[in-house]
């Protein structure tokens, strides 16, 4: 069935927050396509390689094939509204899925019914474990050859370190899958090919005693797993629907398995009970805990009510040809068209002109947003993504998302000097709508560095430059951004800070070990860990906060090449002040020079980036991917057949996957792939490094 529902959801607990996550190729955008064909909200299905999907409308995105930036869309399902944001699947824009996974309650975890778990589908999942969001899983293209919904589900149990619950059987295989059986309420879905919609029927004679089978392994395996299932399967053998689907629901909320269903999202089948799953077993805003913020240094909660004072988080800042959206996730209260909001980062006012719908490219202009809505908005100027809009009597800062560092570089510049100042506020623009890039101005050679999260993202970047603003420009060949970290410790080190100028003067002394952190150089290992071991009073608490303060401003250039530092472990031992001349100022001074001049004693190694690719290829070419790998200095870490083809996963320095997937084509006549995705640093050889500087400039890619 296909829904017609053009109702107004006004209740926050008819809300579902969702993201659409996975692999790239995995049909991330086909299944949001289908979600919003069968909800009424589009009367034309779109299709990726047709260009007219409505999620990927970029030009960009269009022409690649790929999702490049995270799109939010909003349709409705059974009386519930949908708010649902398509990220993108590539590794280098891992930071549009960080952001949308900060403002969403739930997520749809989607996999190729083939491949089962790919690199990409691990990191975005190990993602949303870290922000906490409930996930369903939909395994997709199961009309494929190869489609086996029960090995996709076995690699989830494996690489994700979870509990699948498989809540359908699939009715045929392959080419002749037409439909699935559901489990928790038995009975068969069974569409046709050309008509919208499912035709139900009861359970096929011949699939009977399988059904019955799988439904007893999956009240067992929920029993296990909660308390009051466990007790009425202990009195009956046996689980009532609404007893398994209320498990199934607390299950998924508390994290601890995963609701596994099936389908072609391409042959429209399996979407409809995937959106009543999104209905039945996700949260609605009031499911999740109350957001937190600060405000004069205390710690407030906020709880999903739409009379409370109003609170939103901007997740998203787009330039459109009807001026600058700025998408945000309200909290608590309600926002009306002409309300003044705070930015609370800031302190300046905003005034809000339109508040939209949206549907990617489109939107629809409504009057108000309640608590747990994601709407834009028309009308700030200055709120940046991260930032918080509050009522200007209530203000709150919640936390922002965080941005990962840039791990890749190049020089820019306008081909002509009269375009000198379109680029530097066309760069300016880029990095306000996109976080994760950044722009420096090179100080020995005085050029301009565009730095982002990969490759293709800077190809993005630079294209949309071009496009958008009607420059021509030159870029430089793409570098990666080196780091240092310490090659050994320095313990009970000294330093003196003594300053006299003829006004107040400064005095500081203080002694700190410096060691190597045991995950230097690992994916999410820390640039510093500091703490204190002073006894007796030596150095007073405020000013071991200012020598702290100082450690970390020293890691902003390391003695070997100028490159940030990573991996270090400080610890203050003691120190000494003045009755007049300490300071926080005069400690903080201290932390700074004491390390820098400990590295330099300790000596420092450069560290590269280093990414784990992912080839997958045939058979017949396996030994020229492995030598081409080796010549690129990548070291092999596994190899295994999957449907037919050979994939090789190595660890391969970031620099030298430059130019990397048109050798794997050529190598393999056009009939390989590969992924890759960051997996920390490395050492990197003798001579690497340079200077840190960008080079000169040419053409990227």
Known sequence: MRSTLHTTVDTVDAVRNIGILAHVDAGK???????????????????????????????????????IFAAAVSCEWAGHRVNLIDTPGHVDFADEVERSLRVLDGAVAVFDAVAGVEPQSESVWRQADRHGVPRIAFVNKLDRAGADLDAAAASIRERLGTVPLVVQLPIGREDAFTGVVDLVHPRALVWTDGADGFAVEPVPEELADEVRERRRRLTEAVAELHPGALEEFCEHSELSEATLTAALRDLTHGGEAVVVLCGSAYRNRGVEPLLDAVAAYLPSPLDVPAVRGEHAGAVEERTADAEGPFAGLVFKVAS?????LTSLRVYSGTLRRGDTVLDAGTGRTERIGRILRVQAGRHTEVDRALAGDIVAVVGPKAARAGATLCAPDRPLVLEPPTAAAPVVSVAVEARSRADTERLASALARLVEEDPSLAVRTDPETGQTVLSGMGELHLEVAVERIRREHGLALNSGRPQVSYREAPAGAVRGFVYRHVKQDGEAGQFAQIVIDVE??????????????????????????????AVEAGCRDALAEGPLGGHPVTGVRVTLTDGATHVKDSSEPAFRTA????????????????????????????????????????????????????????????????????????????????????????????????GAGGTGRTGGTGSLG
Do not use: M, N, W
């Open 29 to 67: 955008t086909t299944v949001t396509e289908r979600i919003l064909y069968l909800a009424g909200a589009v009367h034309k299905r779109g299709e990726v390689h047709d260009g007219t999907t409505v999620t990927d409308f970029d030009p960009q995105e269009r022409d690649r094939g790929i999702t």
């Open 320 to 324: 459109t040809a009807t001026g600058r």
């Open 516 to 545: 190597v952190l045991d995950d230097a150089g690992s994916a999410g290992g820390a640039d510093l860990v500091f703490g204190s071991a002073v006894v007796g009073g030596g150095v007073p608490r405020e000013y071991v906060r």
């Open 591 to 686: 932390g700074r020079f004491a390390l820098r001049e400990a590295l330099r004693t300790a000596g420092t190694v450069l560290l590269e980036p280093v990414a784990e690719v992912t080839a997958t290829v045939p058979a017949d070419t396996v030994g020229g991917v492995l030598g081409d790998l080796a010549a690129r200095r990548g070291r092999v870490t596994g190899q295994s057949v999957r449907s037919g083809a050979a994939v090789v996963t190595a660890l391969v320095p970031l620099a030298e996957l430059f130019g990397y997937a048109s050798g794997l084509r050529g190598r393999t006549q056009g009939r390989g792939s590969f992924t890759s995705r960051p997996d920390g640093y490395a050492p990197a050889p003798r």
